[in-house]
């Protein structure tokens, strides 16, 4: 076995206490059980710990080996994920949100013992008495979103002939966005802090699903139609998406 893997302690293998060492780093490896997986999967959490989940009918010993075949490739996602989350750090000193694509300066001032904030060229009270700037913010993106995307997806549904029943714009740490056999859409709010055109990429990608309800060379197929930069979002979502949810693309 690589000296990349080891075990705490020296004892057998236990779910919890797995590391996985990346240039001298000790990274935590978390391994969970999902019976809906059909193969073995690895990736980089946004918090920078790696998972390795395992199939229904998988067992630990071929799940490390399975991480011990792709070892180069899991170290370079960690190395991603690092070099990001520095630029991000220094980011977050200067009181940085994410908006639409671009990183967005908050200000505040103060208007008649009232606390304003200023982003992204508009103003509106704060009560930071009663939550976080963090959590006002969170807040403000979740409203803008329920405002925007509503419209966003109508537009696209108009102009390509969709039909959906009802859209719901969701807290999803898992997914950008889904779409139901029953013609419901979800959205993740998250979409409004994406560049537009990544957004309406997992927008266009859920209307698709209107008609394959798959990922079949169809689906593909027909999205490359309507969306011919899918690759350049697909491409920045894997680069980009872990600082907002845990999962990697809409479904």
């Given at each position: 076995?690589s000296?990349?893997?080891?075990f ?12 996985f060492?990346?240039q001298g ?6 391994v969970a ?29 071929e799940g ?7 070892r ?10 690092l ?18 694509g671009?990183m967005e300066p908050?200000t ?15 103003s ?29 997806l109508?537009?696209?549904a108009?102009?390509?002939d969709f ?13 950008w966005?889904s779409?139901s056999s029953?013609?419901?859409i979800?959205?993740?709010w ?7 055109k990544h ?10 699903h209107?008609r394959h ?19 350049s ?7 980009h998406?872990?600082f907002?949810?845990d ?5």
């Open positions: 076995m000296t990349y893997l080891r705490l302690n020296g004892r057998a293998p236990q779910k919890e206490d797995l590391v060492h990346i780093q000790a990274v935590p490896v978390k059980r999902k019976r809906i997986a059909k193969h073995y999967i690895l990736k980089v959490t946004h918090l920078g710990w790696i998972q390795l989940t395992l199939p229904n009918r998988g067992n630990l010993r490390l080996a399975f991480l011990e075949k792709h180069v490739w899991i170290a370079q996602q960690w190395l991603q994920w070099k990001r989350s520095h630029e991000h750090q220094d980011r977050q000193g200067r009181l940085e949100v994410l908006y639409r671009h908050i505040l001032s103060t208007e008649d013992k009232n606390t304003i904030a200023h982003f992204a060229r508009l509106f009270p704060v009560d930071l008495s009663r939550m976080s700037l963090g959590d006002w913010m969170n807040s403000w993106l979740r409203y803008q979103a329920g405002k925007d995307l509503p419209a966003r109508a537009k696209w108009l102009k390509y039909k959906y029943h009802r859209l719901s714009i969701r807290n999803q740490r898992t997914r966005g779409c029953q013609k419901n979800s959205l993740n998250r979409l409004i802090q994406l560049p537009d957004a309406d990429y997992v927008m266009l990608h859920e209307l698709n209107l309800m798959n990922h079949s060379k169809r689906f593909w197929d027909s999205l490359r139609c309507i969306c011919p930069w899918m690759d979002s697909e491409r920045w979502i894997t680069q998406g872990h907002l949810t999962g990697c693309g809409p479904v």
